[in-house]
Nanobody, 126 residues
């Protein structure tokens, strides 16, 4: 499975970009997709994840209420809608996919994911 993330760029505080992650290859094997981010000088952390079969999702506490993850199985694409962005949301956002079928509580675990995209930079600044 190959993943291509897009939608990043320079965003003003309070902005609402939507990130996309398009999968190609053995897309029929996708069990879940996740979005992670890495801010400068920090460890990579989960943002949100969604199970492919039933759209069950998990969110990091730091973004809950400001982020929505969704998936389009026909297009083999996941979306991350970011709202009310703050400067501390500045990071490289990575999408990831797994061919496993994780239970809901495992969706946010980085070690679940087998495939990673190249990342898209979101810079929140006025």
């Amino acid at each position: 499975v190959q993943l291509q993330a897009s939608g990043g760029g320079l965003v003003q505080p309070g902005g609402s970009p939507r990130l996309s992650c398009a999968a190609s290859g053995r897309t029929f094997s996708i069990g879940a997709m996740g979005w992670f981010r890495q801010a400068p000088g920090k460890e990579r952390e989960v943002v949100a994840a969604v199970r492919w079969s039933d759209s069950a999702s998990r969110y990091a506490d730091s973004v809950k209420g400001r982020v929505t993850i969704s998936r389009d199985r026909v297009k083999s694409t996941s979306y991350l809608q970011l709202n009310s962005l703050k400067p501390e949301d500045t990071a490289v956002y990575y999408c990831a996919a797994t061919s496993s079928r994780p239970i809901t509580s495992y969706l946010a675990r980085e070690d679940v994911y087998d495939y990673w995209g190249q990342g898209t930079l979101v810079t929140v600044s006025s």
